[in-house]
C-alpha cells in the first residue's frame, strides 16, 4: 500500500510538471528588450536586474509569490519557483524583487 501511494504520488507530480507551457512569450512580447535579456529569456534564463515581466516571461508563472513589508519605502515581492533536480529532488528558488527588479536568487 505504501508504495502504491508513493507511486501515485510521483506520477502526479511528474503530471504537474509535464504540463508546464515551454513558450511563454511571443516575439513581439520580448522585441523591446535587450539582445541580451531577449536571449535569456529564449534560453529559460534569468539574471539580476530582470523585471518581473522578463523573469515570468523566461521561467514562467512561480509557484508562490508573497508581498513583504516594503523596504526604504520601494515594494518588495518574494517568488517561489519549485525546480525539479536530480534523482526526482525537488529544488526550491526564491527570488526577491525590489520596486519590481529581481535583486536576489537563491
Known amino acids: 500500500m505504501k ?8 506520477v502526479i507530480l511528474l503530471l504537474q510538471f509535464g504540463c508546464t507551457k515551454s513558450v511563454r512569450y511571443t516575439e513581439e512580447e520580448i522585441r ?3 539582445t541580451d535579456i531577449q536571449e535569456k529569456i529564449r534560453k529559460g534564463e534569468i ?4 523585471s518581473i515581466h522578463q523573469v515570468r516571461y523566461s521561467w514562467g508563472s512561480p509557484d508562490s509569490t ?6 526604504e519605502g520601494k515594494p518588495l515581492e518574494e517568488w517561489i519557483y519549485s525546480v525539479p533536480g536530480t534523482l526526482g529532488i525537488i529544488n526550491t528558488k526564491i527570488l526577491l524583487f525590489l520596486d519590481g527588479k ?4 537563491k
Open 102 to 105: 529581481l535583486m536576489y536568487i
Open 66 to 71: 508573497k508581498i513583504l513589508e516594503p523596504f
Open 3 to 10: 508504495k502504491f501511494i508513493i507511486l501515485i504520488s510521483v
Open 32 to 34: 523591446d528588450f535587450s
Open 47 to 50: 539574471s539580476l536586474g530582470m
